[in-house]
């Protein structure tokens, strides 16, 4: 478990550092590809929108929450805290044109590298949790 903990927190922190030099993504959507997705009656956005919002930093992380606790009220938080972050992005997502146009380019920069300091740091606490323990076991 220490060992999936400190691998997925790599992954995390590997895409956390992407966050805070703002780099954009390969497979970023320009206007165009929007204009055309506006045109079309059957779009499949959950299927392709799953993968874009949990990845293997993502996936280990909730491994390591849900099997760090035995209590079964702290599992229904991180169960309730995994719906909540879903339905806030669909909010954000339906949003997301006008929140552009409000904070403007540079305003997502600034929040990505934001968002991706704090990423950094959950991913560098739960490694150092990993390794502390790995090393525990090895005495």
């Given at each position: 478990?220490?060992?999936?903990?400190?691998?997925?927190?790599?992954?995390?922190?590997?895409?956390?550092?992407?966050?805070?030099?703002?780099?954009?993504?390969?497979?970023?959507?320009?206007?165009?590809?929007?204009?055309?997705?506006?045109?079309?009656?059957?779009?499949?956005?959950?299927?392709?929108?799953?993968?874009?919002?949990?990845?293997?930093?993502?996936?280990?992380?909730?491994?390591?929450?849900?099997?760090s606790t035995e209590n079964i009220e702290h599992k229904i938080i991180i169960l309730i805290s995994i719906i909540f972050t879903f339905i806030l992005c669909l909010y954000i997502f339906l949003l997301s044109r006008r929140i552009h146009k409000f904070i403007g380019y540079n305003g997502m920069l600034v929040f990505t590298k934001l968002m991706g300091l704090l990423l950094a740091a959950l991913a560098v606490n739960l490694t150092s949790a990993g390794l502390k323990n790995i090393f525990s076991l090895t005495k």
């Open positions: 478990m220490d060992s999936l903990r400190v691998v997925g927190e790599i992954l995390l922190f590997s895409i956390a550092f992407d966050m805070m030099h703002a780099k954009i993504s390969r497979e970023s959507i320009t206007e165009e590809d929007i204009s055309q997705s506006q045109e079309r009656e059957d779009i499949w956005v959950f299927p392709i929108g799953l993968p874009l919002l949990i990845g293997p930093g993502e996936i280990s992380t909730v491994i390591v929450l849900m099997g």
